[in-house]
């Protein structure tokens, strides 16, 4: 089974909100997911990015792949060097 990382849209039309959730590869943008890792607002000024580090550690760490998307709004938010140095302290 492909596990990705993703956004899933949520909010009102032209209000976009969006949760950071793990879920497989084959299910619908907007459908089920297996757990929710955070959240993205970009209506905020700056855009608005809380992520349970720990839980996108242990998904990594099962071969869980993040889109092109999280990877850019973990690179932003600093969260993928962080997960880059605690990989490296580990081992």
Do not use: C, H
């Not at 949520?10 to 297996?34: E, Q």
């Not at 990877?71 to 990989?87: D, E, I, M």
Request: hydrophobic share 35%; no cysteine.
């Amino acid at each position: 089974m492909a596990v990705k990382i993703r956004l899933k849209r949520m909010g009102a039309k032209r209000d976009p909100f969006y949760r950071i959730v793990v879920s497989d590869a084959r299910t619908p943008r907007d459908g089920r997911f297996i757990e929710e890792l955070g959240y993205y607002d970009p209506l905020t000024d700056p855009a608005t990015i809380s992520v349970d580090e720990a839980k996108v550690q242990a998904w990594m760490g099962r071969g869980a792949r993040m889109t092109e998307t999280v990877r850019s709004l973990f690179k932003k938010s600093g969260v993928l060097q962080r997960l880059r140095t605690n990989a490296v302290e580990r081992g």
